[in-house]
């Protein structure tokens, strides 16, 4: 019920959005009354087609549900744009009109209607596309060298892999997934770390699609931790399977990494939010560590949101690898993640314990990446000097 009454009140926003946009932009586009109303019919198709890309996944019926969310949430990514800009170009518009206001005449305030009113979808359309090819190429690697005072020499140049958010649902199929895998294993780290959110549907669904992750190799291993998303899709039956694809599960545990004469502790904790779905799974760092030997000095954390980080640093965590964010993923939403997490993307520092935190390896919903590309982090461990 309660996820109903939401649902509904998300759809009213949404239609209260569409008529917000329709009113301050169709009146003054330089166009025709046939072109004009069919803006107005597309305005009513997106009201309907984005909160049928949100349900799709639950239409068993394939390729139908697939295609439904495909068309659902480029609909979503559209106008995500096209209200943003819409925002922006009443701003510039109240500017102006100020302007003219106290200088009259010093404005064709009727030109910049027009042309604004038709710049705005046009620019929404662009941003759109350059968003689809940012998301579906295979992400980028990114090398992050992480000081570390008194790191043992064995452990010079330790090479993690991080790979988080893939998300593979609807949009993002095995295809995908088997990219990413022989990006990782191109790099031949030394040890695999996936932040979470891997999955975006059941295990019947995504069952095929996900199995390229058995392909993931690592020297060390390759370890997992549970992302929010997991909760959403039925957590135990994805870690069943992810066992049985050969990945290390880790439920606020640890396991010992010896490394050319160095040892490591390699500590994971459940999601966040785990406690909200399953009391057994409520995340703690401090259990994760708990009987670690006290002598070994490198002691790194997966936790898929940064916000573990506090507890993590009241831990002894020299490092913590998260994801979540997706660094915003495509403005203006970067800014908003601050609301929530302490960190958005890159490497930081906290009370003695660095975080860094994966702008994710797929995306969400819109199949749109802007400003916030997709990664594969190359996490490398190198002497430090002291703070």
Known sequence: MRRSSFLVRLILIGILLHIYVGFRLIPDMPVGMTVRTLA???????????????????????????????????????????????????????????????????????????????????????????????????????????PIED??????????????????????????????????????????????????????????????????????????VTGNHEYYAGANAWIDEFRRLGLNVLLNEHVIVEHDGARAVIAGVTDYSAGHHDPLHRSDPMAAIAGAPGDVLIKVLLAHQPRSAEAAAAAGFTLQLSGHTHGGQFFPWNFFVRIQQPFTAGLARLNGLWVYTSRGTGYWGPPKRLGAPSEITRVRLVPGVPD
Request: without cysteine; proline residues 4%.
């Open 40 to 146: 107005g019919l597309w305005l009513v198709l997106s009201v309907l087609l984005i909160p049928l890309g949100m349900l799709a996944r639950t239409i068993k019926q394939q390729p139908l549900g697939d295609r439904l969310a495909w068309v659902g949430l480029l609909a979503m990514g559209f106008f995500s744009s096209l209200l943003v800009l819409t925002f922006a170009r009443d701003l510039v518009l109240a500017s102006l009109m100020t302007v003219d206001a106290i200088w009259s005449g010093t404005i064709a305030l009727a030109r910049w209607r027009t042309g604004t009113a038709a710049a705005v979808p046009l620019l929404a359309i662009l941003s759109t596309l350059v968003g689809l090819f940012n998301a579906r190429r295979r992400a980028r690697v990114v090398t992050i060298d992480v």
């Open 151 to 224: 790191l043992p020499a064995a452990l010079d140049g330790f090479t993690i892999v991080q790979i988080s958010d893939i998300h593979v649902g609807p949009t993002i199929k095995r295809r995908y997934v088997d990219a990413i895998v022989d990006a990782v294993n191109h790099l031949k780290p030394d040890l695999i770390a996936v932040t979470g959110d891997v999955v975006d549907g059941t295990v019947p669904q995504l069952t095929h699609h996900t199995q390229p992750l058995s392909r993931l190799s690592a020297r060390h291993g390759a370890f997992l």
